[in-house]
């Protein structure tokens, strides 16, 4: 490890003086210095991670401590001025603010900080790589280092001056070349990812270095695809085949696949591929029924962008964390601080079935359980709604087992249905189906005026059935003007046994939702005017003609994080 440790060496003497992840950088320069500390408290989430203000993103897991980096703006509500801020957390739901991690301050980043990753070399040395950008506009890769290994916090990272490491060269789009990946080390090099566009073909360039200083281009992408536009964060990491056991992204052994995810700019939703990593090309190949763009699988099928995995070593799992974007602001809204949170972070892992991936809130979630009511072998006939009382339901975790007695009305699936979202817009919540819509009305007024309503409908065809997940936002506010999409994904799963599982987290204005096990997910982000604190209910509703069992339901209130 000598060689690492003269690298640190060089690294510190090199300097000089003193990302990420939200990736649209729009600018607003008349809130420059608008001020989000009057974000509506009715709307303030209670364990999903906030920073003091603005977007986030950049998780890692050090010397016992979670940190996360996001891109602030500590002058005002909206993209500008951007800062990396910095939380730590001993257990991912409790977080103390620090002081910014990294300043715009050099001509490689003056015009912002963007987007990066952490990556920990060894003798258990943590780097970030991270866009930035000059004058021009030009998108250049650097690197920040810890001023200190023996503060167990890292408060100060340092800018070497040997920065940038990594130039857009010759054929790159300078102005499209952010995101760099966490890095990964195979024969002898290390590996790091860069998005990027060129002609709408949406690309990961790959790089290559010996010492994580001099880098190298490969000569072609790493992997590519038409008529996607921008990819940005992209992340690439192994998952078992055998086992729900996250990997350290340098594993290569065998009984593995790889995951790619990218972010798409013009789509503003996160889209991965599995597939086979050709460690002799340097080159990654999707599966067959794995599809690159937006017809492709995705981590979320909400308002979830941006998002970024990390190995923790401390209990052996990938964890996901994603941003829950707002992908329609109204200048209305950066006035009211209705800007992003994090997604409750999540362990990820491949489905036994082999062909998606299968996601979960990590178990640290359950310590802020408080109050739990039970509910079991409850008919839900048709029109009917049962409240789910005795906890406090605007701060809530939901999980309950739907059994479904008969499948024989389950309407006939059209093939040409292949879009979930605009399924669930023509077959929402109160429009009436066979088997479904059932689930939860989230979120809701005492009369029903507002509800954010997560329910299934059951499709069948000649050879299976089709399940239909969806988090329809369109009733949850009475206020005009803002954003209420239905949102909506399919459910892989065998109804041999005529179930359905679905677990949701209510938090004042997110309602994530997991479906069938953690197989499809989805998050909305809402903001109710009547359903709100002490005003808020649940219910558990059916509309087919299908009477549903709620076969088991455990709620419980949830107990305030401490957060910055």
């Excluded at 991965?272 to 699988?297: C, Q, R």
């Excluded at 059932?438 to 309503?453: I, M, R, V």
């Excluded at 050879?463 to 005009?480: G, T």
């Excluded at 096990?517 to 359903?531: D, F």
Aim: one cysteine or more; charged letters at 20%; aromatic letters at 12%.
């Amino acid at each position: 490890m000598a060689i690492w440790n003269l690298l640190w060496l060089y690294i510190l003497i090199l300097y000089v003086s003193n990302g990420r992840m939200e990736a649209s950088h729009k600018v607003y320069p008349q809130f420059q210095s608008l001020s989000a500390v009057n974000i509506r408290q009715l709307h303030h989430t209670a364990f999903h991670f906030q920073p003091p203000k603005n977007w986030i993103n950049g998780p890692m897991y050090y010397n016992g401590i979670y940190h996360i980096f996001y891109q602030y703006n500590p002058k005002g509500a909206v993209w500008g001025n951007i800062v990396w801020g910095h939380s730590i957390s001993k257990d991912l739901i409790n977080w103390k603010e620090l002081e910014p991690a990294i300043c715009p301050s050099k001509h490689f980043d003056i015009d912002g900080a963007w987007s990066g990753s952490t990556t920990i070399l060894p003798s258990n040395k943590p780097i970030i790589l991270y866009t930035g950008v000059d004058s021009n506009g030009i998108q250049t890769q650097n690197y920040a280092v810890p001023a200190n290994l023996s503060d167990p916090y890292l408060r100060k990272w340092i800018k070497p001056g040997n920065n940038p490491l990594i130039d857009p060269e010759n054929g790159v789009n300078a102005t499209a070349f952010r995101d760099p990946s966490t890095a990964w080390w195979l024969n002898g090099r290390w590996r790091v990812l860069v998005g990027s566009e060129r002609n709408s073909r949406g690309i990961a360039y790959l790089y290559r270095s010996r010492d994580f200083i001099h880098w190298t281009k490969a000569k072609h992408p790493f992997h590519s695809a038409p008529n996607t536009g921008m990819w940005e964060c992209p992340d690439f990491y192994p998952v078992s085949l055998s086992s729900k056991e996250g990997l350290d992204p340098s594993y290569m052994g065998k009984h593995v696949k790889h995951v790619l995810k990218v972010s798409l700019d013009d789509a503003r939703y996160d889209y991965y591929t599995l597939g086979t990593y050709l460690t002799n090309e340097d080159k990654y190949v999707p599966d067959n029924a794995s599809v690159d763009g937006w017809a492709g699988l995705r981590y979320d099928y909400g308002n979830f962008y941006a998002s970024k995995t990390f190995f923790d070593p401390a209990k052996r799992r990938r964890i996901l964390w994603g941003w829950v974007n707002e992908s329609d602001f109204t200048q209305d809204d950066v006035k009211k601080g209705w800007a992003g949170i994090q997604a409750i972070p999540r362990i990820v892992w491949l489905d036994t079935n082999q062909r998606q991936l299968k996601q979960w809130p990590v178990e640290e979630l359950n310590t802020l359980r408080g109050e739990n009511v039970k509910m079991s072998h409850q008919k839900l006939k048709k029109g009917h709604h049962i409240e789910i009382q005795g906890i406090t339901a605007a701060q809530a975790d939901i999980d309950v087992t739907f059994y479904i007695p008969s499948l024989d009305k389950a309407e006939e699936f059209n093939p040409t249905w292949e879009d979930a979202q605009r399924l669930c817009a023509n077959k929402g919540s109160k429009v009436e189906g066979g088997v479904g819509p059932f689930g939860l009305l989230t979120l809701a007024s005492k009369n029903l005026e507002e509800y954010t309503a997560v329910f299934f409908r059951v499709f069948k065809t000649s050879k299976k059935h089709v399940v239909l997940l969806c988090s329809d936002a369109r009733s949850s506010s009475l206020e005009n003007g803002i954003y209420k999409p239905s949102f909506a994904g399919f459910v892989d799963v065998d109804l041999a046994d005529k179930k359905l599982s679905l677990r949701s987290l209510i938090d004042h204005s997110v309602v994530e939702s997991f479906g069938g096990g953690g197989k499809t997910c989805i998050t909305s982000r809402v903001y109710p005017t009547l359903a709100v604190l002490d005003n808020a209910h649940l219910y558990a509703f059916n509309k087919g003609d299908e009477t549903i069992i709620v076969k088991n339901l455990n709620a419980w209130s949830m107990n305030k994080a401490k957060m910055n």
